[in-house]
């Protein structure tokens, strides 16, 4: 199967600071990314998407920002609270196969 | 959001046994859904693409034979893992699209599959 990557990096923050999280995507074909975040041993839920013909995009406390010519896509998450701790990732869609593809993830873990 | 209710959500069996796994989209249509296996502190690797109607589309490497796909309907897809292995002890995740496009994929809470 399909993956970018194997085991997670860690990004540690404090609670009330704003977490910036980055993800390299694969296809420079891909059209339509979606931020996951999964709690331990659930499905991904959606956060925030954006097309390629944006390089932003805000939702309530989050900010997706894309940036098509290096093929990196952040997170932003403001006002950091313990409820976020989770494991993130970004996914692509697009080209000719209309495949959802995952990122390697990372694991958010937010200080009291 | 939509709903996609994947069922059971644990199971044990035996090896040699099969088990089949069931993904649901409660109050939308689905056109495509996505099979995924995920292990410990590892992303979602796809397994495979279904569209209703159509075969299945299965990523390299996974085995056609021994994880069965079947997309019946709009709303139903099942995977059926055959004559399961310890190795074959996952974490399985499925997921479904309402449409192409710019549309969001909305997942099942998992199925955490032991062989033993």
């Known amino acids: 199967g399909e993956s970018v990557g194997l085991h997670l990096p860690t990004l540690s923050v404090q609670e009330g600071d704003n977490s910036i999280i980055n993800c390299a995507y694969s296809?420079?074909?891909?059209?339509?990314f979606i931020w996951y975040k999964q709690e331990s041993g659930k499905g991904p839920q959606f956060i925030i998407d954006?097309?390629?013909?944006?390089d932003k995009r805000q939702g309530q406390r989050v900010t997706v920002l894309l940036n098509k010519t290096v093929k990196h896509l952040s997170l932003q998450i403001a006002a950091t609270q313990p409820g976020d701790s989770a494991v993130y990732f970004c996914?692509?869609?697009?080209?000719?196969?209309?495949?959802?593809?995952f990122g390697t993830g990372t694991l958010l873990a937010v200080q009291p | 959001g939509a709903v996609v209710s994947q069922h059971p959500s644990w199971v044990i069996c035996k090896s040699g046994t099969s088990v089949k796994i069931e993904c649901r989209s409660l109050d939308f249509q689905a056109t495509t859904m996505f099979w995924y296996r995920q292990f410990p502190k590892q992303s979602l690797m796809l397994m495979a693409t279904s569209n209703e109607g159509s075969k299945a589309t299965y990523e390299q490497g996974v085995e056609k034979d021994k994880f069965l796909i079947n997309h019946a309907s709009l709303t139903l897809s099942t995977l059926t893992v055959t004559s399961a292995h310890p190795e074959d002890s996952s974490f399985y995740i499925c997921?479904?699209?309402?449409?192409?496009?710019?549309?969001?994929?909305?997942f099942g809470q998992g199925t955490r599959l032991t062989v033993v």
């Open positions: 997921s479904a699209r309402k449409t192409g496009g710019y549309t969001e994929a909305f």
């Open positions: 996914a692509e869609i697009g080209g000719a196969t209309n495949k959802l593809i």
């Open positions: 296809n420079s074909a891909s059209d339509y």
């Open positions: 954006i097309r390629s013909n944006m």
